[in-house]
């Protein structure tokens, strides 16, 4: 593709790399869809000043959207693994898959997204350690949020008391640590400005040939290649 | 505070008449429910929506005698309340004179009260389980006659005087008396005083002619541990997390504009 920089001669030619099908780009905004009020509804119970609106009939209102939301939240995965299960199991592989290389990504992490020094970033397969660690522990929120939410909203007085309890209290843990790395996620992806191409590519489903080159060497070049250019850079750094 | 006004209980002049019972429904305008002879007077079977008191019917033999025990049950109003605590509309409440009112208006339906009450208390009228619409209920010790100087309708209506109502620590005194004859001179040596001291003191205080778990009542009830983890660690520690994440988040969004050159990124 080429794009004319604006009020210059300059054109610039990308290459485009696709990372996501389709389907997968519409389920992550139905994810989206479905996450944000959820965790908005939830959160009235966890603000003592938002009290207002858990009671009477907008509590009654809050709690149908949070319901409503919550099967379409469960349905996303469910719909996933139906029609493209082999993309689904291809990306537990990958999300379930950590390196030493893994180690060393959290070590660049902070001076890259902060202070933007690029140079100690290790290679990366096609998701970084960080979108990993979001994607296992989202997956196991799921599982914790499925089962203690059917349990509250179908196990009242068929399970014991204290099971229900323990339900109540998992719910609230796996929201704390979910929706605090949606707004790491939801940061890094639309407000750092290193990351402009994530929109684009949960738009398109496409990245370009040199982010994905800078980003994830690993997907890029190979996982053999890309671990030689490494050691090979580090080589030389240290000499 | 005001003096603390509680509910006075003594098992050993119930007869269970379940007079009560039907004050207290004639008063909060309750409905009866239709129900099945299970072979025992005991009816209706358990605490309902509509049911805030009755009397539960408990046979016991200790050995040397038997007993029918009838013990009135409702909301124990503790001064330790879990149910004002996880009540997330604020439905349930103190009142200074140790009172636990709900407004059923504030109410969303949530159930926390009845999954976290020790004694099980609160009870959930489900309209539809699917969108969760319901209504929590229990027994509010008659808040709109008891604020105004009349006796809750239960102990109006009690004709054997087992029951009473008034200042807290004068039923004290009297459940206390009370069990000293029934143990010196009733030939009841097991008579005891139950919610004296129990969650900070329960707005009940029974006097017992049997251990408290001949009657169904639990020993030693406890403050769930799983609401303490919940209200005092969970929430303000998620909160602070919450608060934590956004603050870093800024933070270093500010730190990355300085310091990052946008002209370097293709």
Redesign the interface.
Known sequence: MSVRVRDSQTVLHIRWIPKYTTLERFLHWMHTIAFVPLALTGL????PWL?SL???E???T???IH?VAAVLFGGVPILYAILQPRRMIMHVREFLSFSRFDLLWLKAAVPY????RHADMPPQPRFNTGERLNAVVLVLGTVVFGITGLAM??G??VIP??V???M??AH??A??IT??MF??HF?LAV????M?QSLISMRYGVV?E?YAREHHGMWYYGEKRAKEMWQQRHHEETQ | MADRLAMYIDTSKCMACRGCQVACKQWHDLPGSQTVNTGSYENPPALAPNTWTRIRFREYDDGERFQWLFLKEGCMHCAEAVCVDVC????LKHTPEGLVTFER????????C???CPF?VPQ?EVTN?????AKSSKCVFCQDRTTNGLKPACVKTCPANALDWGDRDELLAKARSRVDLLKTEWGFPQANLYGELELGGLGRLYVLTAPPAAYGLPTAPKY?V??T??QKL??P???I??GA??AG?LA??F???R????K???
């Open positions: 009235i119970l966890f603000m009290r858990a009671q009477s907008a509590g009654v809050i709690r149908i319901r997204y902060v202070f933007g909203w179908f009242r007085g008391p204290v229900f309890q323990v109540v209290l609230d843990i929201f704390i929706v605090s707004m790491v940061y407000i750092h400005p290193l402009w370009s040199s | 997330p509309t604020a439905a208006e504030l109410c969303n339906g949530c159930g926390y009845g999954q976290f099980g959930l389980r699917l969108t969760g619409e769930p799983v609401a983890l919940w969970l929430q520690g998620g909160q997390v919450f994440t956004i988040a270093a969004f730190l990355a504009r310091n990052i050159e946008m370097e990124v293709e």
